[in-house]
């Protein structure tokens, strides 16, 4: 095992209290290196969920998420002897980000396994920011066992993503910055992942105003609590690849489980539509881009599940943005396939002259306009008078979509396969 840090206080933190104080000491530690990051109320996401949301931006911290406020929470915490040796973290994201950069501004090396299949930007931006980055394994496994191993043989002080006081008290000064910023706040919504967030800022929330709503949000795909919460203890899950990197975690941290039963008043889970929907609405309607994770909450909001909360002051957690602009890009395809903006289907039209002409010109008419179109002689079947089109045309919304399909029909074309 890498060296345990001093533990906070000597022993753990068992009682909300105690929480509590952490959590307050830790905003006093990291008050200087750690932006208040704004809370800002959406009219347009408000329109669209008929919830009062405020939107609290912890994408606008410097490495693009809230994993800062632990990591610089951590790293403080730890002796000067621990300082100086060094830290060292298995992580391929934001927790890395966090460590390497507060590990530059206080001078202590930070060192990063990642598994080999770590997106390469979030490799080089480590390295940018001043972390040895190794990269280690073909699983997040086998990254953490060499994490130890490093830990152990160079007197490196390991500093776990979630499963960790200091940084549970860390991500938990989230929560007393919105208990300021909308004093009236009724709701919160916040992911899970390893639920260092969740756990928190629940704390921080829960001890001041324990009328407050705490809403935790996981991917369908990685149920780390909902799990914890049936078996009573936390348990292994496989997940699987979701959207929401971020909440892709194989077990929900012990401590952060033990708050998180306690003080986590619903659950929402959310699938891959939804979560690539929502980050499309916050980019759009917000102007701001958020990573699958970040946008999780306002997924949460949107769907039905949360329909008691309309009317009332929510606070969605955008919690990260780190986002690799060629998944944006797909992203945001299948967030308009979602909403029924870009619509795909086979038209069956005559192969005379004009038969293209005619399928364009009804389009145009019905105000789609054609974003691809395949003019597929050789493959369309038997009849040689007749060719197969395959269009993607983009479309005000649902409505409008159907529309222009029933128009096509109307007119004589023959379609299938379409996409809604
Ligand atoms: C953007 C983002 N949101 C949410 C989470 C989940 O946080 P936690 O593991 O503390 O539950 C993470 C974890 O990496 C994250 O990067």
């Not at 911290?61 to 632990?70: A, D, I, L, N, V």
Request: hydrophobic share 45%; glycine share 10%.
């Amino acid at each position: 095992m890498a060296k345990q840090r001093a533990s906070l206080a000597g022993k753990p933190a068992q009682s909300l209290g105690e929480w509590s104080a952490l959590i307050r000491k830790a905003r006093r530690r990291i008050a200087d290196g750690v932006l208040v990051s704004p809370c800002v109320e959406s009219a347009s996401l408000s329109e669209l969920t008929g919830m009062r949301i405020f939107c609290k931006l912890d994408n606008l911290q410097r490495t693009g998420s809230f994993k800062e406020r632990g990591a610089r929470n951590a790293l403080l915490l730890l002796t000067s002897a621990q300082r100086k040796r060094g830290v060292v973290a298995a992580s391929a994201g934001n927790h890395a980000l966090g460590l390497a950069y507060h590990g530059s501004l206080l001078d202590i090396p930070v060192t990063v396994v990642m598994p080999r299949f770590a997106p390469l930007i979030k490799s080089s931006t480590c390295r940018r920011l001043g972390a040895q980055v190794v990269l280690h394994g073909d699983t997040f496994a086998a990254a953490k066992e060499e994490a130890d191993r490093l830990g152990r043989e160079q007197g490196f002080t390991y500093i776990h993503g979630y499963d960790d006081p200091g940084i549970i008290a860390g991500q938990g000064t989230m929560g007393l910055e919105i208990l300021e910023q909308v004093r009236s706040v009724e709701a919160v919504v916040v992911p899970i992942g390893g639920g260092g967030l969740i756990s928190g800022v629940a704390a921080a929330i829960k001890a001041r105003r324990p009328d407050v709503r705490v809403v935790g949000v996981e991917s369908a795909r990685a149920p780390t609590l909902t799990r914890a919460l049936q078996a009573g203890r936390p348990v292994k899950i496989s997940p699987a690849v979701t959207l929401a990197d971020g909440l892709s975690v194989p077990q929900i941290g012990a401590q952060a489980f033990a708050l998180a039963r306690r003080l986590v008043d619903e659950i929402v889970r959310v699938g891959e539509d939804e979560i690539a929907l929502a980050i499309l609405r916050i980019l759009e309607l917000e102007k701001t881009v958020v990573e699958g994770a970040g946008a999780t909450p306002l997924a949460a909001c949107l769907n039905d599940k949360l329909k008691h909360l309309r009317g009332k002051r929510v606070v969605i957690s955008l919690c990260g943005g780190n986002i690799d602009p060629n998944i944006l890009d797909r992203v945001i395809e299948k967030g308009l396939v979602v909403d029924g903006r870009l619509t795909r289907f086979t038209a069956v039209i005559s192969d005379r002259p004009g038969g293209l002409a005619k399928l364009s010109r009804l389009l145009a008419e019905a105000g789609a306009s054609i974003k691809e179109v395949t003019h597929d002689r050789a493959f369309a079947g038997a009849d040689v008078s007749t060719v197969n089109v395959l269009c993607t045309i983009e479309t005000r919304d649902r409505h409008h979509g159907r529309e222009v399909l029933q128009r096509l029909r109307q007119n004589g074309i023959r379609l299938f396969h379409s996409s809604r």
